[in-house]
């Protein structure tokens, strides 16, 4: 590795470094700062992912005008009667449920409502908060490489379709895959941890009166946040079903040529008419949508992709042949090799869009396999490494019995050993399955 190419990685690891210490938002713009810095040294920038932005976009235009209207509410009591009627099997339940919602939602920021009472349940039955909460938070993060309409499952099947493999392919492998590798993760992370009736810290945190016990939140679910959330499911049907027509392997030539619009402008329509539909039949006040949670956070996102995407781009570009001519060979002897170097990736790059916009590409060029790019694709989630993710900070503080913490050693969190598992798991079960089906 010559002088230039250790220049240039310092460079990007720095901007990912000083991002991670901003935290939130920071992230893409240290991003477009890294960005600035290797240009500045003669390097060209990459390809900005307008597309991965653009369906952020649109699919949290329709979650936010859906929040505003209270159908988050209402997702929110559901869950709350769901896992208060089988709370002993917290640990097991409370992750299928934030994975369904990120399944439907095509974002993980949705767990953000239903933290607050995963915790509150373990609680109230001596359960340790911190084994539901590590794995609820993992199981939203690895659903969003099986969501019908996240920005990095439509960019994933984009890049792959001239390869034979379609958008329903890509479900019908990631979907089972990761969710079989969440059930199975939950038992193990049910035997992470002290028991709270025996752990130190929290008999300390209850002594003082610092630990609450809230009770059953009072949230009133109207007529309209029930309206609003039909509406939105009816929305994820329309896409899937738009998507898999216009498939290669699907193809029906009459509604391509009659509805010239591509599966990325399908979303972004569909998700638009979605959010007017809302705001319509709902009775809801379009200008409350920019000040709900769900599209401040998804604007952030698409910042932080904006900067730490083209970050990753401008850098793989940069390199490429060096990159091919290094991993081709290894690939085609070690293959899970790629889902070690998406794990890595998306470690720091702290997002699976931006994590597939940067790498897939070139692992396709390099000649990667379809098996080995979609059993590997579930590893752009290792989003849980390092505690700087806000939904896992999120289940820290929302945690009072003290014994979700992040460690001095900033690794030796609850959240690592599950991530882990559950990746691991899910690229095992994914070359299986992917062998079978493609």
């Given amino acids: 590795m010559d002088f230039m190419v250790l220049l240039q990685l310092v460079i990007v690891l720095a901007a990912i470094f000083l ?22 040294i003669g390097v060209k920038p990459g390809s900005i992912p307008i597309d991965v932005i653009l369906v952020i976009m649109s699919v949290i235009a329709a979650i936010g005008a859906m929040q505003v209207a209270g159908g988050i509410d209402f997702l929110v009591v559901v869950t709350e009667k769901f896992l208060r009627k089988h709370p002993k099997y917290i640990t097991y339940l409370a992750p299928i449920v934030t994975y369904l919602m990120t399944l439907m939602a095509g974002t993980g920021h949705t767990a953000f409502s239903t933290l ?21 938070v993992v199981a939203s ?3 969003i490489t099986a969501s019908p309409i996240s920005a990095a499952v439509v960019f994933f099947s984009n890049a792959l379709e001239p390869l034979g493999v379609g958008y329903l392919d890509i479900l019908m492998i990631c979907i089972p895959t990761t969710l079989l590798a969440v059930i199975l993760t939950s038992f193990v992370a049910n035997f992470l941890g002290k028991e709270l009736k025996d752990d130190p810290v929290y008999l300390d945190r209850l002594a003082k009166g610092l630990v609450v016990m809230r009770g059953v939140s009072n949230i009133k ?10 509406i939105f499911i009816v929305a994820i049907i329309l896409v899937m079903f738009y998507a898999t ?12 040529q009659n509805i010239p619009l591509s599966r990325d402008h399908a979303i972004y329509v569909i998700m638009l008419s979605t959010a007017t539909a809302i705001t319509f039949f709902c009775r809801i006040d379009a200008a409350k949508v920019l000040s709900a949670s769900t599209f401040k956070s998804g604007m952030s996102a698409c910042v932080c992709i904006l900067g730490v995407a ?5 850098f793989v570009n940069a390199h490429e042949a060096g990159i091919k001519e290094l991993a081709g060979s290894v ?15 998306s470690m720091l790059l702290y997002s699976q869009a931006a994590t597939a916009r940067a790498l ?5 060029t390099i000649g990667a396999a379809p098996v080995t790019l979609v059993a590997s694709f579930a590893a752009v989630s290792a989003l849980f490494v390092l505690p700087t993710y806000p939904t896992l900070l999120a289940a820290v503080e929302m945690d009072d019995t003290g014994s979700t913490k992040i460690g001095k050693y900033v690794f030796n969190h609850p959240f690592f050993i599950p991530g882990v598992v559950c990746i691991a798991l899910s690229v095992f079960f994914g070359f299986i399955l992917a062998e079978i089906v493609l």
Avoid: C, H, N
């Fill in 116 to 136: 607050p009472v995963i915790a509150e349940v373990a609680k109230e039955q001596g359960v340790r908060p911190s084994r539901p909460l590590s794995i609820s």
């Fill in 331 to 345: 690939l085609e002897t070690k293959p899970w090799l790629l889902a070690v170097a998406l794990f890595f990736a």
């Fill in 221 to 230: 679910v109207t007529p309209m946040g029930k309206r609003s959330v039909w």
């Fill in 19 to 40: 991002g991670a210490r901003l935290g939130s938002i920071g992230i893409g713009y240290a991003g477009g700062l890294g960005v600035l810095v290797l240009a500045l």
């Fill in 360 to 364: 897939m590409p070139l692992a396709i």
């Fill in 141 to 143: 993060q690895v659903a």
């Fill in 245 to 256: 027509l216009i498939s290669d392997k699907v193809g029906w030539t009459w509604l391509k």
């Fill in 310 to 314: 083209w970050l990753g781009t401008t």
